[in-house]
């Protein structure tokens, strides 16, 4: 039987270059432009639009390898909704994170309303394959009719600043859009923030909560995940 092709199958610039412009782009807040100056400093020849390429082909699939190796969500959910910028045009991006603060999913959707509310929980039941103990949001009224359709027998908390956790974790992406000067459409921003929050979880370790030595393991843990599901 033979073997699948490489994810690499023709490409000029060995694997190892593309990954790691791949992670520059997704993992630090940096242009096409300046990941093109990184490389160059590194004596690698190679224009911001391959690069640009490289991030829209291989991002989604090293998404996708890393989301089937990732640990199952906790089961407490924290979910949030906040309006973005597409083109022009205004968007709500829902978002839920689990109680270490791991991203578990990321919807961008047209509306806010009760439909797109139930949209979202389905696709989060659907891929964590159990309903969570607690769900909290906000006190949106949309929430509470999508709530008891899709999961009637998880707890639902609105109180005050409980969803803090999921309020905050806007906040990379808040820093991406100003960056990538507003998102160009819905497909394009899906792409980006869903890789974007799959790298968050492997990369944004809680430092302050560990010793050196163990922080320095985890980092040595995520970088080498990362090369296995990057280097097939």
């Known amino acids: 039987m033979k073997s699948g092709k490489s994810l690499y199958h023709r490409r ?31 004596g690698i020849s190679v224009s911001y639009e391959t690069v640009r390429r490289w991030c829209n082909r291989f991002g989604p699939a090293y998404a996708d390898r890393l989301r089937k190796r990732s640990a199952p969500g906790g089961d407490q959910w924290f979910v949030d909704e906040v309006f973005i910028r597409v083109d022009g045009q205004q968007r709500y991006l829902y978002r839920a994170v689990d109680q270490d603060g791991q991203v578990l999913d990321i919807l961008v959707q047209t509306r806010r309303n009760t439909k797109a509310a139930a949209r979202f929980f389905r696709r989060l039941l659907k891929q964590q394959g159990q309903a ?101």
């Open 132 to 232: 969570p103990r607690r769900l909290v949001t906000n006190k949106l009224r949309r929430y509470r009719p999508a709530h008891r359709d899709v999961m009637p027998d998880t707890v639902h908390d609105t109180n005050q600043y409980a969803n803090n956790r999921a309020e905050l974790s806007h906040e990379p992406t808040r820093q991406r859009e100003r960056r990538m000067r507003r998102f160009k459409s819905i497909g394009h921003a899906q792409l980006f923030l869903s890789f974007h929050g799959t790298m968050q979880n492997l990369f944004a370790i809680s430092r302050h909560l560990l010793r050196a030595k163990h922080y320095r393991t985890f980092r040595a843990g995520a970088f080498d995940l990362y090369q296995q599901v990057t280097c097939a």
């Open 12 to 42: 000029r610039f060995p694997k190892e270059i593309i990954r790691h412009a791949v992670w520059l782009y997704y993992r630090f807040c940096l242009s096409y432009r300046d990941v093109e100056y990184l490389l160059a400093e590194r």
